[in-house]
């Protein structure tokens, strides 16, 4: 009976996967008590989010939420949050360098314009997300997906009311099992592959939930470690040879500790630790010979100098629960800090310079290592009082601080001269102070209205340091401190004309705070071409859409139409070539519908897939971004698509298997603004359209699970993202490319206990 359980768990999982996540242990004990039920469509399947900061399925959530198994993902060697970003519909993640960790989450056709972030990310109740935009928060995420966690839930938003500043574009969470009371769990995870044309990559990842005191206090421990072997070659660029195979490995490691204590009745109490850390050398940008994309050196072959990147995430939390009557307190305390250092040797670019600057002779500066060192440290507390008693009304307040420390560091050394040429530092502070609640009306059983409002209070102060003569000599700036108030709102409405039926409208606003700006001056005039203060862009969404089901559960679908107004959105303008912080002077307008499907044809065969379709243009023309008006905006694919043929089989009574099919397609997106203004370095070289297959199956009997994939199965090659600049005053366009992961071929094995 314990295999037929399994077997039905996972056919339920499949069923739902990409459209929500299935409480396979609710499952599983549901089968257990009714053992006459011998299909997977006689069984009733349990939905659950959070999205809402309450339990509800997700059917009830009057929002688009995408909620997903890790697990799903993991034994397809899928081992980044990028991989089910990308499977959302809706949502597109876009890197720079193509490393874990590095890039920007978008949605809904709210992308990364600066280096505030549009997309909050939690770990249950803890933010991550920097709110500072000289923390490099919209280019350096934390990709947890391989730790101990239950679900990750995609929200799209704007979801400024419940998750505050940066939750623009909508918030990714991370929801982690809870440590056992009573009996233990764990898990150890082997995966081993091979990419087309480079390395060896390996996966190790495990887990252990025991109780310590017995219904009381119980503690999970995990850990991971990953070696990317890499498939992008570092060439001599004098030659064109290859000096390093492979150049572009990288690797990880992580562990968590999280203790729970049902302290009482009433109290629970939960802490946890964290850190993780990855690491590489070299980027996987690729050397683009022109406008027309041909490599410079071959296929996959850079020329960049081989250098240090590194990135480490810490968490240290303490949460309490305390039930009252009729409502919930919760608490959260945090601390979140991430540091990031990349370097490499630059003397060929600024040797000759460095020289001229001290006076040494030609030749004599063998190297110029440029570094740069950012950090964040971020303390929240949030207090939330949550109504529990069922009727009319339901209830949600709370309270929100966070205090942030952020630095920035650049710094260029001429060796062996030991000689400064640059040391520049952005150190600065922010400080939110929040107050927030949603309150819920049902009219009707089947009806009801929801509204929300949460009022911030942002402050933001940022020094500037310089050493050097490329800086100008010494100097210490206390520029201008960026003080604001602003009150995000929420509007929904949900109608359930049937069981199987739900309809809801959702009104939302979001923003980023306002920061303090690096100045840059008119070099004839002196004259301060910036804002001294980058004031905050605010975002309004208009959404409608439906959840339901259909043929006895057996089609599950959702779809939804929006429209977006985003005012005075944050971006980077450039003057005589120098680059800051600023606001476009009118928005952007983003259009677009998304839907997906589930069909479960018969007990063992199903189709699963979803489309998104976003318009997303500026509004007005914008001469400091040198865009057009009705222009793309930057890195947002007008249409993506998703689709899967899954078929599951029991070999005996010990042995269940499966095969999955499945297909996604990306469309281009440009990635710079153009007007033909010859003063404008960037050149808009829009990414290449793309379609990658991938192929997963495998067998369960007993603890153990095995699967083989091949993702990327025809090795279709494409390049996801183009960096493209003019060299001013020549023909010369300096272009890089990151290419799409060539095939991958590898086993997964688990053993659960």
Do not use: C
Not at 10 to 25: E, Q
Not at 289 to 299: C, I, P, T, V, W
Not at 511 to 531: G, H
């Amino acid at each position: 009976m314990n295999n037929k359980i399994k077997y039905l768990t996972r056919s339920i999982r499949m069923l739902v996967y990409g459209m929500s996540v299935v409480s396979v242990s609710a499952m599983a004990q549901q089968a257990q008590e009714s053992t006459n039920q011998e299909t997977a469509e006689e069984s009733v399947e349990v939905i659950e989010v959070t999205s809402s900061r309450r339990v509800q399925t997700i059917q009830d959530v009057p929002a688009s939420v995408f909620a997903a198994d890790p697990d799903d993902f993991l034994e397809r060697g899928m081992t980044s949050l990028a991989d089910m970003v990308e499977t959302a519909p809706g949502f597109s993640f876009q890197s720079f360098t193509g490393q874990q960790g590095r890039g920007s989450i978008a949605a809904r056709g709210v992308s990364q314009q600066n280096d505030t972030a549009v997309t909050a990310i939690y770990v249950d109740d803890v933010p991550l997300t920097s709110n500072s935009s000289f923390a490099a928060g919209g280019r350096l995420y934390f990709d947890g997906l391989l730790g101990d966690v239950q679900r990750v839930e995609l929200i799209k938003g704007p979801q400024g009311t419940l998750f505050g500043a940066t939750a623009m574009a909508g918030a990714v969470r991370y929801i982690s099992n809870v440590p056992e009371l009573f009996d233990s769990r764990g898990k150890f995870t082997a995966d081993v592959s091979h990419t087309e044309n480079g390395d060896i990559n390996q996966v190790y990842r495990g887990f252990y939930s025991f109780p310590i005191v017995e219904g009381k206090v119980g503690l999970t421990l995990s850990g991971f470690t990953m070696d990317h072997g890499g498939y992008v070659d570092q060439v001599n660029p004098a030659t064109g040879n290859v000096v390093r195979e492979n150049a572009n490995e990288s690797d990880a490691h992580g562990y968590s500790a999280d203790l729970y204590i049902n302290a009482t009745e009433d109290l629970d109490i939960r802490i946890k630790a964290m850190e993780q850390e990855s690491s590489f050398g070299l980027s996987s940008a690729v050397r683009i010979a022109s406008l027309d994309k041909e490599e410079a050196y071959g296929e996959l072959k850079s020329d960049n100098a081989f250098g240090e990147d590194n990135l480490t995430h810490t968490l240290l939390s303490a949460s309490f629960s305390y039930t009252l009557d009729g409502a919930v307190v919760d608490f959260t305390s945090s601390k979140a800090k991430y540091d990031s250092f990349n370097g490499q040797d630059v003397v060929n670019l600024y040797g000759p310079l460095i020289e001229m600057l001290g006076g040494f002779d030609s030749g004599s500066v063998e190297e110029a290592p440029l570094t740069r060192a950012v950090e964040s440290d971020k303390t929240v507390h949030e207090l939330r009082i949550t109504s529990t008693t069922e009727g009319d009304w339901e209830w949600l307040g709370g309270l929100f601080y966070t205090d942030e420390s952020t630095n920035n560091a650049q710094r260029l050394v001429g060796l062996p001269q030991d000689f400064l040429a640059l040391d520049a530092g952005f150190p600065s502070e922010y400080e939110e102070l929040a107050a927030f609640g949603n309150l819920t009306y049902y009219v009707t059983p089947d009806f009801d209205l929801t509204a929300g409002a949460r009022f911030s209070q942002t402050e933001q102060s940022l020094t500037f340091t310089t050493d050097g003569p490329l800086a100008g000599g010494a100097s210490v700036q206390q520029l201008e401190t960026a003080d604001e108030s602003v009150t995000t709102y929420l509007f929904a409405a949900r109608y359930r004309p049937s069981a199987d039926t739900s309809w809801y409208a959702r009104v939302a606003s979001g923003y980023r705070p306002a920061s303090s700006n690096l100045p840059v001056f008119d070099p004839f005039t002196n004259e301060q071409l910036s804002q001294p203060i980058v004031e905050q862009d605010d975002l309004w969404s208009y959404e409608v859409g439906i959840k339901g089901s259909l043929l006895d559960d057996r089609f599950n679908y959702e779809s939804a139409l929006y429209y977006i107004d985003w005012d005075n959105f944050q971006t980077v303008v450039t003057f005589f070539g120098v680059t800051t912080g600023g606001n476009a002077k009118s928005g952007i307008t983003s259009k677009g519908w998304e839907g997906s499907f589930d069909y479960q044809l018969t007990n063992n065969f199903g189709f699963r897939g979803s489309a998104a379709f976003s318009d997303s243009t500026l509004n007005e023309d914008e001469p400091l971004l040198f865009g057009e008006a009705g222009a793309q905006v930057i890195r947002v694919p007008e249409w993506t698509y998703n689709a899967a043929a899954f078929y599951d089989y029991q070999l005996n009574s010990n042995v269940a298997g499966w095969v999955t099919l499945s297909a996604r397609f990306k469309d281009e997106m440009s990635t710079a603004y153009d007007n033909g203004d010859p003063s404008n370095t960037s050149v808009n070289l829009k990414s290449e359209e793309y379609t990658t297959v991938n192929f997963t199956t495998g067998l369960e009997w007993q603890n153990w699970t095995a699967s083989f994939y091949v993702n990327n199965l025809f090795d279709n090659d494409a390049y996801t993202y183009f960096n493209a600049n003019a060299v001013p005053g020549t023909s010369i366009v300096d272009i890089t490319g990151i290419p799409l992961e060539p095939r991958k071929v590898g086993v997964s094995v688990s053993y659960a206990f």
